[in-house]
């Protein structure tokens, strides 16, 4: 079993809709959650962070963190033809050495259609 | 600020020949970071290092692979012999070391064995 689960798609929305993306993970040491973009033959470039659980928002996007069911997702209101790209969930543990490289996610290919 | 650069951004190579694969981390940025990414595998960490010392190579898949760092603007990934599972496309990533949460990622290296 993967330490970091998700979804690969592909998810198709039409223009306006609001997406949802998911992953769920099994280590518990895991303290600090991000969200990657990563557009056709681009690098991955984070689009949100959050450490420990709650929410965070930024203009049409949101991160939840749910510890105690080990379950992150990233809302993506009023969702935009440019949205379209590979998300990616990553996560890491709060302690240093080792413990500090992300762990990714499999990627959820997003497309968002005019 | 330029980024994190890569080079070639394309190689294709034949069976057996060694490639070198570059990275200039951002200027600043003292941990760097080797990914790999195929579709099968998704991404995946190969080693990082933190002030130009190896820390974690515990996802080199095998001793074809190498990667050295030897000053703080320049590391390298060789494979040596290469072989066509090597094919795939390589990110170098940097961060700062205090609060490296943020790995800002270059445009990758897709690699090509025939």
């Known amino acids: 079993q993967k330490e970091v689960e998700q979804d690969p798609g592909p998810l198709s929305v039409p223009e306006g809709a609001i997406v949802s993306l998911n992953c769920t993970y099994s280590n518990s040491a895991f303290q600090y959650f991000m969200w990657y973009r990563q557009y056709s033959r681009k690098g991955p470039e984070l689009l949100m962070y959050?450490?420990?659980?709650g929410n965070k928002e930024d203009g049409r996007f949101t991160a939840q963190v749910d510890k105690s069911s080990k379950y992150i997702s990233l809302f993506i209101r009023d969702s935009q033809p440019s949205d379209s790209a590979t998300y990616l969930c990553a996560m890491r543990g709060i302690s240093s050495g080792s413990a500090r490289q992300l762990t990714f996610g499999s990627g959820t290919q997003l497309t968002v259609l005019p | 600020d330029a980024g994190v650069i890569q080079s070639p951004r394309h190689e294709v190579t034949e069976m057996g020949q060694e490639v070198t694969l570059r990275c200039k981390p951002i200027s600043g940025h003292n941990s760097l970071f080797w990914y790999r990414q195929t579709m099968m595998r998704g991404l995946e960490l190969l080693i990082y290092f933190n002030n130009n010392v190896p820390i974690d190579d515990s996802g080199m898949p095998e001793d074809r692979f190498s990667a050295k760092m030897p000053n703080a603007s320049f590391s390298t990934l060789k494979i040596q012999p290469s072989e066509p599972r090597d094919s795939a496309v390589y990110f170098c990533a940097s961060s700062r070391l205090a609060g490296g949460e943020t790995q800002y990622f270059g445009p990758g290296t897709r690699l090509l064995v025939l």
């Open positions: 959050t450490y420990s659980s």
